[in-house]
């Protein structure tokens, strides 16, 4: 069953336009992660969801009914925001309480909701305190609370965890995990952490400058990225991206290269009709490259380690690729990161062979960055 709908939604502030034509529908217990760069328009599709901002055209449908048009409160949705937004001279129990106090119901029922929530949240003990008596982490708690007391239809978050540290962070995430699963409510969450978005999502939505640029699940995504934004975006360290040209192209196996770049064969799982010399941009992700003792293979890159970050289990290098014509890079150019899953003894400086890996790399449009041939490329395999 579909539980939220927006159809065709349009923002306007003035004269920029904010969300533009946004379609997008949720079935009935979905966890929905939005992601996509800071101004792209996230809190403004969750704020006029919620009805604090009025959308200028389009139709938002809750269980089927168009509540385009109602008050916030008659909407049956709750908002939980990063700042927890809690009154400072009430109790933990009449915060969370608020919603329904408002909403006129019977005492007992207020008191019934309230222990409930209380009970799934593990704040039982909390509840004649103050906000300022808590953690961050046990007021974030208690904002989810007040959201969970009201039982609405659709729980919608703009990035409720980041505010908290780390470790906070971690167990929330998997603690609002288990709420989903233990309500089986439908949740929009907006956040720009990578780990949120791939493991709490049924699906993801990559929302960029108001317009969505692909919407599935975090694997898929992550895999087939429609386009060269989306593979950017998904993915820490991001994708590389190199400027190539075609040197030839044989049935569904297309052959690039680059200055600094020997030639690589990368195989489609359509032929696609490229001619010879065209440019495209060729995308590796930095788990998909590494070190070799021979630059002459296909796919082999020479450069400098410029500077390396042990993380314990897996090693970042930054590498200085000369001339190599990188995109889009966060470093600059000639810059290429790898990751490698392994404690690796390379110092600053040092000379390193690096070896793309053919069965990984994707191939995207220069012009405008779609996805070269198919979306299936790397999934079929
Ligand atoms: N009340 C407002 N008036 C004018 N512009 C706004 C308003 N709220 C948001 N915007 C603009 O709309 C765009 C999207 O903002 P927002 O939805 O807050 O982005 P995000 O949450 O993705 O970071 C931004 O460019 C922002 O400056
Ligand atoms: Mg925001």
């Known amino acids: ?75 049956g949705i709750a908002m939980v925001f990063q700042s927890y937004a809690l009154y400072p001279h009430m109790t933990v129990a009449e915060n969370m309480g608020f919603g329904l106090r408002m909403a006129k119901r019977p005492k007992a029922e207020i008191e019934a909701a309230v222990a409930r929530a209380a009970k799934i949240l593990r704040i039982t003990d909390q509840l004649e305190k103050r906000p300022k008596q808590l953690s961050g982490g046990q007021r974030q708690r ?53 780990v949120e ?13 108001g317009v969505i640029e692909q919407v599935g699940a975090p694997l898929e995504l992550y895999r087939n990225p429609d386009n060269l934004f989306v593979a950017g975006f998904l993915g820490a360290p991001r994708m590389n991206f190199l400027g190539v040209t075609v040197d030839e192209v044989s049935g569904r196996n297309i052959t690039v290269s680059a200055p600094g770049l020997v030639p690589v064969t990368v195989e489609l799982a359509e032929a696609a009709v490229l001619p010879k010399g065209a440019s495209l941009t060729l995308g590796v992700r930095p788990e998909n490259i590494s070190v070799v003792a021979d630059a002459a293979q296909g796919g082999a890159i020479n450069g400098a380690v410029r500077l390396v970050e042990h993380l314990g289990r897996e090693t970042i290098l930054y590498i200085d690729a000369g001339n190599l014509r990188t995109i889009a890079s966060e470093s600059g150019t000639g810059n290429i990161t790898v990751q490698l899953s392994y404690v690796a003894p390379f110092a600053t400086d040092q000379n390193v062979a690096l070896k793309l890996d053919a069965s990984e790399l994707y191939l995207f449009s220069s012009d405008d960055g779609r996805t070269i041939s198919t979306r299936k490329t790397i999934l079929e395999r």
């Open 1 to 75: 069953m579909t539980s939220l709908e927006l159809r065709q939604i349009n923002k306007n502030y003035g004269a920029y336009h904010a969300l533009r034509g946004i379609d997008l529908s949720v079935a009935q217990g979905e966890f929905i992660v939005m992601v996509g760069p800071s101004g792209c328009g996230k809190s403004t599709l969750l704020k006029s969801i919620a009805g604090l901002e009025e959308i200028s055209s389009g139709q938002i449908l809750i269980n089927g009914r168009d509540v385009s048009k109602q008050e916030p409160g008659d909407r």
């Open 142 to 194: 208690v904002a989810i609370g007040r959201a969970i007391t009201r039982s609405p239809d659709v729980f919608l978050f703009d990035e409720p965890l980041s505010n908290l540290d780390a470790a906070l962070r971690t167990q929330m995430r998997v603690e609002l995990s288990s709420l989903h699963a233990e309500l089986g409510a439908t949740m929009v969450y907006v956040t720009h952490d990578q």
């Open 197 to 209: 978005a791939m493991t709490m999502a049924s699906r993801i939505v990559v929302l960029n400058q």
